[in-house]
Each structure stands twice: as structure tokens, then as C-alpha cells.
């Protein structure tokens, strides 16, 4: 695997009283401003999507910009902590050149989905907001418009090699095995992600990882693949912490609507 | 009428006002029972059926204590009876038009659907008709019996929904790059669903330019928002790239 060079942006950040602190992840810039026992967030997109850097200032001047939400409190929250999360819906990914997994063979890939900032302060935290760093555009995945569900849609390279990754601060990787099972060739035109059933961990690095997942498509099923979520980092992150908890439970074994989905 | 023994005018006479005053205590009762589950106009039609119940009952048994034959009356009921049921067709026919709406489920309540000109949400599914609330927030009631016989597009019954722009562009412009720069609008909205993909279809040649239909989806949440902001950024989009929202031409040749 290359070493990462990933710039971490979530944490723990003290802000004084009357102080702002920006975060500026990419196209998005976040700003906090701490007036004792009222907290105003900020956030509004400056830049273009492809934009990939990190730059923390506390204290800043700048004014705050975009919308605007004002929290109030009995007693001074004292730290802000940001944490990332995985998005709140599957991630249909599309990998950039269609990919084919033949009758009895099984493919390692790892793929990418953005993630999203969570913002709390206090102690007990109490958490204040969500939003995407980079909000991906909404698709539909279902075989009609009339059944299916309201998912993300992203690209990735779904690299097969770990030394090809490339690391974001704004993106967690999935180590997936497509495992085809049945008596066809597997095209893997888009590929589902089913994050809400994920956590989220650091790796070496300060890279974002999940759990590997496994998807296993047997005779008969087209679209369809038994879910396996393993437990705990993928073997390539490490043994890093988790930074955060699955949104939904999942089942063992869950059939999920895993591939393609195309319309007629 | 051969003339009645006192005994019978009493009694009849009995009857009418002790069937007055029981059917005013009875009915007053019940209406004080049932008060809290009964709003003010059922309470009202509960008093005056229990009423008129028992004092009709009451005046039945003075008539006859007077001598009137009953069958007469019952024979006279029979035919109001009749009456009552070519009158009540409507209602009848709208009764059953409901069980069939509610076998059928075209809409539940909290659906928005559109009936000829009307849409709005539905808040009641009721025996007779249907209420809906429209959004100016006017009430209309549609008897089932019309909801039947009509064409109901039900607006909230799957979960995303396709919005139809019509532009036109000038006969001079690039079809192809049209295409292009609306398809980056879409690609950079992100209420702009991926899938289904959006739809560029060249409808013809106009008057003035060419017409082009341009189909996005969304989810139906966000079906208005994404009408607004979409059309502003094609606008925008054709501003940077050139591209010209014809206006009606018309050629003038002069005779002579």
C-alpha cells in the first residue's frame, strides 16, 4: 500500500469565547463561532468538487458565511468535536470502466464513498449537526422507478491492487469480494454500498476505512447477492479505533440488491 | 268516528304528554352520556332521533287509544318509504362507489391526487365523498360517485417523479452542445437523481427555434425545488456558453 498522506480534519478543538474556527475540507468551509453559552455553525460550499485540501484556522476573522444555525446552551460547552460518519443512505458506485467477474471466480476490489462531517460539543457530547464534505448527487437503484430505494451515486476506481488506492480525507474505502457463484459471467455495472450497515475506522495513516464486506451471488440470482458484513478494521487499515457506529443493523447473511439494476 | 268514552280521550291525551316528557328526558340523557364522543352535530341529530322515536311511538299509541285504524298509516309509511328510496339514488350510488374506492385503495389518505382540475391532499376518506384540502388551502368535497367515473392521478404514489422542461434554442445553435451543456447542469445538481438518467428528447422544428423536451428525475420531495433551481441554471449555463432563448420571429415581405 502507498503511504497515505491524508490531512485528518475531525478531532477534539478547543475554541475560545468570541473566536471562530474554520475548517475548510475540500469544496466545503465550516465555521464555528463560540459566544460562551450560544454556538453559531456555519457551512456553504466555496469550492469545486475535485478540491481535496485541508486547512484547520483557529481563531480566524473571518465572518461567518452561508447558513447559519444558532445553538444555545445552559452552561458553556467548553470543546467542539468533529467526527466523520458514513453517509446516511446506500452508495451506488459506479466503477469508471465497467468490470466483469467470470462464472467460479471472485474479485477483490476496494471502493470509495464520501463521508460526512458530525459536529458536538459538550460533555456528555450532545451532537449538534451532520452534512456531507462533498454531498454526492441523489440516484435511484431499483429494477423500476417504482421499486427500488433513494441511494448516492459516486464513481470509483474500485481498484483490485491496495498499492492503487488513493486516499482522501473526505472518502472512506470498503475492501469488497465479489465472489460469483453462479453459472454466468458477473458485469458490475454499478455497485451497491450498503454504508448504513457500516462503521467507520481509522487506519494507518489517518486513512478512513470500514469493514470488508463480501457479496456472494449464487445460480439464479441476478442482481441479488448474499451480504456478508466481517466484523472489526480490514486487515489493510490496521488495528485502528472506530470513529463511528453502524446508522442501521444489519442481518447475518442479508440478501441484498447488490449489482446493476438497470432500467429498462 | 263514533264518539269516544272520556276514558279513551284521556288516556290518549295521557300518552301524548307523558310520551313528550320521556322522550325529552330520554333524549336529553343520552345526549349528556355520550357527549364527550360525540361532536355538537352528531349530539344534535342524537337528540332529535332519540326524541321523535319515542314521542312517534307515543303518538302511534294515542291514535289507536282514538280509534284510528293503523293500517292506513302504515300503508301511507310504505309509500314515503318508497318515495325516500328514489330520492336517496344518489346517496345510495355514492355509498357504494366509496366501498369500491376503498377496495380499490387508488389513494389513502395523506395522498396528494388531481381530479380534473382539483388536486390537493386528501384528508378524509369518508361514506359519501372524499375531502381534499388544496394548496391555497381551500376545502373541496368530491362525491365518490364522480371520483368513480373519473380519471384520479394520484401525485405521492411512488417515490420519485420525472420533471418535463420544454426549452427552445435558436435554429443556429449546436444540437449536440446543447445536449452537453444541459446534461452538465443535471450532472452538477444534486437533487438531480443519476438514475434514471435525464432524457433529452428533440421534439421538432418550431416556429422560432427548435423545441427540445429535457427530463430530469427527483424525488418527489423535492419535484419543485429542483423545477426552480434547474431551469435557473440551464438559463445561466446557456448565458456563459452562448447558446440563444429564441423569441417569436416572424418575416415581413412586403407586396409591391
Redesign the interface.
Known amino acids: 500500500m502507498n503511504a497515505p498522506v491524508v490531512t485528518p480534519w475531525w478531532g477534539e478543538f478547543e475554541i475560545p469565547i468570541d473566536a471562530t474556527g474554520v475548517w475548510r475540507l475540500g469544496p466545503l468551509c465550516f465555521q464555528v463561532r463560540n459566544e460562551g453559552r450560544e454556538w453559531l455553525l456555519s457551512h456553504r460550499v466555496e469550492g469545486e468538487p475535485v478540491d481535496s485540501g485541508v486547512s484547520v484556522t483557529i481563531p480566524s476573522d473571518a465572518p461567518l458565511a452561508g447558513e447559519t444555525r444558532r445553538y444555545c446552551f445552559s452552561a458553556e460547552p467548553q470543546r467542539l468535536r468533529l467526527t466523520p460518519r458514513l453517509a446516511d443512505r446506500p452508495v451506488i458506485s459506479r466503477p469508471h470502466t465497467e468490470l466483469f467477474v467470470p462464472a467460479g471466480e471472485q474479485v477483490q476490489l476496494f471502493v470509495g464513498t464520501p463521508v460526512w462531517l458530525a459536529a458536538s460539543v459538550g460533555a456528555p457530547s450532545r451532537e449538534l449537526l451532520e452534512l456531507p464534505v462533498n454531498r454526492p448527487s441523489d440516484t435511484w437503484f431499483g429494477p423500476t422507478t417504482r421499486e427500488g430505494g433513494l441511494s448516492y451515486a459516486a464513481t470509483t476506481r474500485a481498484v483490485s491492487d491496495p498499492k492503487r488506492i488513493v486516499f482522501s480525507p473526505f472518502r472512506a474505502v470498503t475492501p469488497v469480494l465479489v465472489r460469483n457463484r453462479a453459472s454466468r459471467v458477473l458485469a458490475i455495472e454499478r455497485l451497491n454500498i450498503p454504508v448504513v450497515y457500516l462503521s467507520l475506522f481509522l487506519g494507518e495513516g489517518d486513512t478512513l476505512w470500514t469493514e470488508a464486506v463480501t457479496f456472494e451471488r449464487s445460480e439464479g440470482q441476478e442482481e441479488d447477492a448474499v451480504l456478508r458484513i466481517e466484523s472489526g478494521p480490514p486487515q489493510e487499515a490496521g488495528e485502528g479505533p472506530r470513529l463511528s457506529e453502524p446508522r442501521q443493523s444489519s442481518e447475518r447473511n442479508l440478501v441484498f440488491h447488490a449489482f446493476n439494476a438497470l432500467f429498462g | 268516528m263514533e264518539s269516544l268514552p272520556v276514558a279513551n280521550l284521556l288516556r290518549a291525551a295521557a300518552l301524548v304528554i307523558g310520551g313528550w316528557i320521556i322522550a325529552r328526558l330520554v333524549s336529553a340523557s343520552l345526549v349528556r352520556a355520550l357527549r364527550r364522543r360525540t361532536a355538537a352535530q352528531s349530539s344534535m341529530l342524537l337528540r332529535r332521533g332519540s326524541f321523535w322515536l319515542i314521542f312517534g311511538l307515543a303518538l302511534v299509541m294515542a291514535l289507536r287509544e282514538l280509534g284510528f285504524d293503523l293500517g292506513v298509516l302504515l300503508g301511507a309509511a310504505g309509500i314515503l318509504t318508497v318515495a325516500l328510496g328514489f330520492a336517496s339514488q344518489t346517496s345510495a350510488s355514492n355509498l357504494i362507489s366509496g366501498l369500491f374506492l376503498i377496495g380499490e385503495r387508488p389513494f389513502v389518505v395523506g395522498d396528494v391526487i388531481r381530479v380534473g382540475t382539483t388536486t390537493g391532499e386528501v384528508l378524509s376518506i369518508d361514506l359519501l365523498s372524499v375531502k381534499l384540502r388544496t394548496f391555497d388551502n381551500l376545502f373541496v368535497r368530491i362525491p365518490n360517485e364522480t371520483l368513480i367515473k373519473s380519471e384520479i392521478t394520484n401525485l405521492t404514489r ?3 417523479r420525472r420533471v418535463d422542461l420544454q426549452i427552445g434554442v435558436a435554429y443556429k445553435e449546436d444540437i449536440d452542445r446543447v445536449r452537453e451543456v444541459l446534461t452538465a447542469v443535471a ?1 452538477r ?8 438518467k435525464p432524457l433529452f428528447i428533440f421534439l421538432g422544428f418550431g416556429e422560432s427555434g427548435i423545441n427540445i423536451q429535457f427530463s430530469v ?3 418527489r420531495d ?1 419535484f419543485l425545488e429542483l423545477k426552480n433551481r434547474i431551469q435557473t441554471e440551464i438559463k445561466q449555463a446557456f448565458e456563459r456558453a452562448g447558446i440563444e432563448i429564441p423569441y417569436p420571429h416572424r418575416v415581413v415581405v412586403s407586396a409591391g
Open positions: 411512488f417515490p420519485i450532472e445538481n444534486p437533487l438531480c437523481l443519476t438514475e434514471p428525475w427527483a424525488e423535492n
